[in-house]
Nanobody
């Protein structure tokens, strides 16, 4: 069973930085898509950043220029480097992965890690 384990969430001051990581376990293949979403209670979950193999990276307009998504494919891990954090970045951040195996699509979500930006 594939599990996505997130880490790195914390409370920081505005302007600070955090790096989130998400490691996939229970798989022996690389995901076709890995992404970060975030959600504030009462709001719709929104895409923050995603990597679609082999070379397509997408960012939400609100984080473009401040956040960077990257991956260590050998370790089945995706990262989200968050710089110049703002209070409006406060949310639960969720890792997402999609696999295609023999024509079948499999999607997985992490449990979320909380990021709080306040003074």
């Amino acid at each position: 069973q594939v599990q996505l384990v997130e880490s790195g969430g914390d409370s920081v001051q505005p302007g600070g930085s955090l790096r989130l990581s998400c490691a996939a376990s229970g798989t022996d293949s690389s995901p076709e898509t890995m992404a970060w979403f975030r959600q504030v209670p009462g709001n719709k979950r929104e895409l923050v950043a995603r990597i679609d193999r082999p070379d397509t990276i997408t960012y939400a307009e609100s984080v473009k220029g401040r956040f960077t998504v990257s991956e260590d494919i050998a370790r089945y891990t995706v990262y989200l480097q968050m710089n110049s954090l703002k209070p409006e970045d406060t949310a639960a951040y969720y890792c997402y992965a999609k696999f295609y195996t023999y024509g079948y699509e499999f999607e997985y979500w992490g449990q979320g890690t909380q990021v709080t930006v306040s003074s």
